[in-house]
């Protein structure tokens, strides 16, 4: 938790005193009206830039928001500004740590904040302007507030970030140690079963030999998914650093689709192809970027496995931005908000067979790249995974 003297330091610094709370109790009942637009310009710049946009999950869930910072908003205006208020801004930057907002996000988003009230009180004024007292106040108030929720943050992020870089660096540590020891047995064990395979072909009685194939192949389907595994481990742990060149992303696009597309129309799956980007060239590093996209498209094909009429498209823009985007989209059975909130964390996994690490490899290179990535439940039905990522690094 955040030092409990945290508050009265803050007060002290900013000079925010007893005058200055005093105001903006006083201001509560000439504000409150401007609320709904304060909050809606809140949330339309989050919803024009895609990194903020990134973190909300459904329309539902920026109804909720909405809710939850007009109450903000109304706390802001009435205190009392004590240890309680400190606690429960305390939790609202812990909210943000946990949907994944990064930080220069919080310090924009109080300035969209901090000039939607000054332009209120100066409407609600007779002036047109409003004392210039009242303007200090807001001004004070939301600089306690941004600092008490950045220190929750640094606390919080920062600790996470320094949890999962440990757990990565041991996990790479661990897999280039094993990948020798493992590859080496595994290898034998692959070439002794095809030795065992082509000796069963000759046994004469053919009820026996039914019997040794049928076995012979679920070792094989297991060997094969420890490498798989295996070979998981490896690409997480090797996607530490780029070396990014100008590659042109439709064209890497086209060869991902053609190398998949006969693999996945052979299972009865129809794979649509939307893709409109002109030249776009994109400085990154080509290989991860095929990756990506090979890893999404995968993810897509299992989970329409068991479909009737199943269907993977996918989707790519420029944006008005300046970024690339990509959309892989099913029409499985889709994917809970709990699962969706955690697909991109390593051995999260929906599947029986699945290693959970296709999705964290893909969240490893996309940041690596300066972008984002986010699943989402369709509402028909469903899942769409999307990437983002700035044209120029």
């Avoid at 000054?118 to 409003?130: I, M, Q, R």
Wanted: with cysteine; proline share 3%.
């Amino acid at each position: 938790m955040v030092q409990a003297n945290l508050l009265s330091a803050l007060k002290e610094y900013v000079r925010f005193d007893d005058d200055a709370a005093g105001r903006l109790q006083a201001m509560g009942t000439r504000m409150r009206p401007y609320f709904p637009r304060v909050v809606d310009g809140f949330y339309q710049a989050i919803l024009d830039d895609p990194g903020a946009r990134a973190v909300l999950k459904s329309e539902a869930q920026v109804v909720r928001l909405k809710v939850s910072l007009e109450e903000w908003l109304e706390g802001l205006f009435t205190g009392p500004y004590d240890q309680a208020y400190l606690e429960k801004r305390e939790r609202i930057g812990r909210v943000h740590v946990q949907v994944g907002l990064e930080q220069r996000y919080m310090l924009a988003a109080m300035n969209v904040v901090r000039l939607g009230l000054h332009h209120a009180l100066s409407e609600a004024s007779e002036d047109g302007f409003g004392p210039f007292q009242d303007h200090c106040a807001i001004d004070q108030i939301c600089d306690i507030e941004l600092a008490i929720m950045l220190e929750t943050y640094r606390e919080d992020y920062v600790l996470k970030k320094t949890a999962e870089a440990e757990s990565l660096a041991v996990m790479g540590r661990l897999t280039a140690g094993l990948a020798h020891e493992v590859r080496n047995p595994l290898n034998a064990a692959t070439l002794q079963l095809d030795v065992l395979r082509r000796t069963a072909a000759r046994v004469q009685d053919a009820s026996i030999r039914r019997k040794i194939e049928r076995r012979t192949n679920v070792v094989q389907d297991e060997l094969r998914r420890l490498s798989l595994l295996l070979d998981d481990f490896l690409n997480l742990a090797r996607a530490r650093r780029l070396e990014p060149v100008p590659c042109e992303i439709r064209v890497l696009l086209k060869e991902v689709v053609e190398l998949r597309r006969p693999e996945i129309e052979s299972q009865g799956i129809e794979f649509v192809e939307d893709i409109d980007l002109g030249s776009c060239v994109l400085v990154a590093e080509r290989d991860r970027l095929k990756q990506v996209v090979n890893n999404l498209i995968t993810n897509a094909v299992e989970a329409v496995a068991d479909c009737r009429q199943s269907t993977v498209q996918i989707r790519s823009r420029v944006l008005d931005d300046g970024g690339w985007e990509v959309n892989v989209i099913d029409n499985g059975p889709g994917i809970s908000p709990e699962i969706a909130a955690r697909a991109f964390e390593s051995f999260v996994t929906t599947k029986d067979a699945g290693t959970g690490l296709g999705l964290a490899i893909v969240k490893r290179i996309v940041d690596l790249h300066g972008g984002t990535a986010k699943l989402t439940a369709l509402p028909g039905g469903g899942t769409q995974a999307s990437v983002w990522i700035p044209i120029g690094l």
